[in-house]
């Protein structure tokens, strides 16, 4: 009897790719964790992500009572950075101010002094008491510097005002003229929404792959199929390469709706994304694997994937900076895919960075990728075997 002629791997490819991709745009929830769910996140998170600090709750016990002082009280507010809210605790004095801190009510409160207005015009040194809640930090800093800048800017207009009574030319000023590169209005979603897509890409094709190849390892199709000519390794490279046109179809998306409604600019080369995406892919896809060959269901390969996503999303520097994160934790960042990825996103579409100057992040993705996805070919081939 003639030997069964086992079909060119390439034909075994196309066969498993086109029944893997059939069988994921048949199943509804699928397809809306592959397309529909990303581009809802970023909606979501673009809009709701903004480290702009404005309009704080702020409570202005006036002790003084002058005209000077309440000049001084509406010109503090006047940029938006603090915003006065009223309520009838503020007649009861510094409790009253306290009290509305206490209840959340306001998160700043600024108490000017009795006999500001004379002290001022007299020369004498005057204090300003402003309390900040401090749970909030991002905003407390904020808060804090906009006070200083005013009161800092009334201080040295009177200083100039009597030098020039008496006749002294004022010291050398030294002005401070900003320049900001790459994103001018200094707007959250252009830096959010690129870290917002690595971390969405993670999520989709880790938990997806892991969850596809455990529920037909517990449907038992999986086993089926290894009794076919189907070479181990064609039928992995199938079963992941439709995963890889839906992370690119996922990433043209993230990048089509960031720029649309977000206003995120593309400057770099096309090419460096692609690249980059290929290798980051080579990890998510390769961790998903990794899970899958370790877990029995779907629900342990759910669970399983996301010990290794929480991780990875809170080293990615994509919401905080490395470099506010001590120097040991900072070492372990570079071994997660997310940053470099995240990095590379927010260089290729904000600075128009090319492939020179995002070689580390490219060769961090590569290395990572490569051993990530050799493990995982290996384990998968060895839970067959």
């Known amino acids: 009897m003639s030997a069964v002629r086992r079909p060119p791997a390439r034909v075994q490819l196309a066969a498993v790719f086109r029944k893997e991709v059939r069988q994921t745009i048949r199943d509804r929830r699928m397809m809306f964790m592959l397309i529909a769910a990303p581009m809802l996140q970023t909606v979501i998170f673009g809009f709701a992500v903004d480290f702009t600090v404005d309009r704080v709750p702020t409570v202005v016990l006036d002790r003084d009572g002058t005209d000077a002082s309440r000049l001084h009280a509406r010109r503090l507010l006047a940029d938006g950075t603090l915003r006065r809210v009223q309520h009838a605790e503020d007649v009861e004095g510094a409790a009253g101010a306290e009290a509305d801190l206490d209840a959340g009510r306001a998160a700043v409160a600024v108490i000017l002094p009795r006999r500001l207005a004379a002290d001022l015009a007299a020369g004498r040194p005057a204090e300003v008491q402003v309390v900040l809640d401090g749970t909030d930090p991002n905003r407390s800093v904020v808060a804090g510097a906009a006070a200083a800048r005013y009161f800092g800017q009334v201080a040295e207009g009177m200083a100039r005002d009597r030098l020039a009574a008496v006749g002294r030319p004022p010291p050398a000023q030294l002005v401070l003229a900003p320049r900001i590169a790459y994103n001018p209005t200094v707007e959250s979603p252009p830096y959010m929404v690129p870290g917002i897509a690595a971390l969405l890409l993670l999520v989709v094709t880790t938990i997806v792959t892991a969850m596809g190849l455990a529920r037909e390892r517990e449907m038992g199709t999986l086993e089926q199929v290894m009794v076919t000519p189907i070479r181990p390794v064609v039928l992995l490279f199938g079963k992941i390469a439709p995963y890889v046109v839906f992370g690119f179809v996922d990433v043209m998306l993230l990048v089509v709706v960031g720029t649309w ?44 994937g996301f010990l290794f996503i929480m991780p990875a999303v809170l080293l990615s520097g994509v919401v905080s900076p490395v470099r506010s994160m001590p120097g ?8 997660n895919p997310v940053r470099h990825y995240a990095e590379l996103m927010r260089s290729c579409l904000l600075r128009g960075a090319g492939f020179a100057d995002l070689a580390f992040p490219l060769a961090a993705l590569a290395a990572i990728g490569g051993v990530v996805f050799a493990a995982a070919v290996l384990r998968f081939r060895t839970r067959l075997g």
């Open 328 to 335: 040991w934790l900072q070492a372990i960042t570079l071994v």
């Open 261 to 304: 409604l977000f206003g995120v600019p593309i400057r770099g080369p096309l090419s460096v994304l692609v690249a980059g995406t290929v290798l980051y892919l080579l990890t998510t896809l390769g961790v998903g694997l990794l899970v899958s060959t370790i877990s029995a269901t779907q629900q342990q390969s759910f669970l399983a």
